[in-house]
T-cell receptor, first 111, second 113 residues
Framework: DAKTTQPTSMDCAEGRAANLPCNHSTISGNEYVYWYRQIHSQGPQYIIHGLKNNETNEMASLIITEDRKSSTLILPHATLRDTAVYYCIVRASSNDYKLSFGAGTTVTVRA | GAGVSQSPSNKVTEKGKDVELRCDPISGHTALYWYRQSLGQGLEFLIYFQGNSAPDKSGLPSDRFSAERTGGSVSTLTIQRTQQEDSAVYLC???????????FGDGTRLSIL
């Protein structure tokens, strides 16, 4: 599975958009980009995933570059409850993939 | 809607005791995973169930660990003769099918005294 690189931490202001980058330069053609987050004392929460097209749901938008070597998770209007560790994961299309998280990005939303 | 439910949310027990952790996956999800997460550590895969296939037990750390999934739904993770290094948050996740994301419960925080 392709390795991902994320910044260790970032701050953002409440009400502003938060843009979280992820590099996955060794991604293969059949690998999806998944984003999860983990708020303290809770289980990981799925946010969004995509293969090559940009995706949007009620939580966030995912922008994947044309060469697929990097992506950006966008939280359009960050709230204090979005403070969490955000994980970018690349996984092949298979029926039995096992998740593993790296260090992720610790996002702190400030009032 | 109902998510993945795990019980108990917290468990404190003495070293050497057996513990059972329960997971109720999202209805209709065919795949079920157990992971554990230790303080400051990443996510460690333990075991995976898919439909009626034999489970993938490759992540179980020792033969003290076992898991069952009855009727393709509820799963129980059992740890026998617990040791202090078993202290961790045990997470369960379920998934409806291929290319679909895993959805997690909030875990069971296990503390071995």
């Amino acid at each position: 599975d392709a390795k991902t690189t994320q910044p260790t931490s970032m701050d953002c202001a409440e009400g502003r958009a938060a843009n979280l980058p992820c590099n996955h330069s060794t991604i293969s053609g059949n690998e999806y980009v998944y984003w999860y987050r983990q708020i303290h004392s809770q289980g990981p929460q799925y946010i969004i995933h995509g293969l090559k097209n940009n995706e949007t749901n009620e939580m966030a938008s995912l922008i994947i570059t044309e060469d697929r070597k990097s992506s950006t998770l966008i939280l359009p209007h960050a709230t204090l409850r979005d403070t969490a560790v955000y994980y970018c994961i690349v996984r092949a299309s298979s029926n039995d993939y096992k998740l593993s998280f790296g260090a992720g990005t610790t996002v702190t939303v400030r009032a | 809607g109902a998510g993945v439910s795990q019980s108990p949310s917290n468990k404190v027990t003495e070293k050497g005791k057996d513990v059972e952790l329960r997971c109720d996956p999202i209805s209709g999800h065919t795949a079920l995973y157990w992971y554990r997460q230790s303080l400051g550590q990443g996510l460690e895969f333990l075991i995976y169930f898919q439909g009626n296939s034999a489970p993938d037990k490759s992540g179980l750390p020792s033969d003290r660990f076992s898991a069952e999934r009855t009727g393709g739904s509820v799963s129980t993770l059992t740890i026998q003769r617990t040791q202090q290094e078993d202290s961790a948050v045990y997470l369960c996740a379920s998934r409806p099918g291929p290319n679909q994301p895993q959805h997690f419960g909030d875990g069971t925080r296990l503390s071995i005294l």
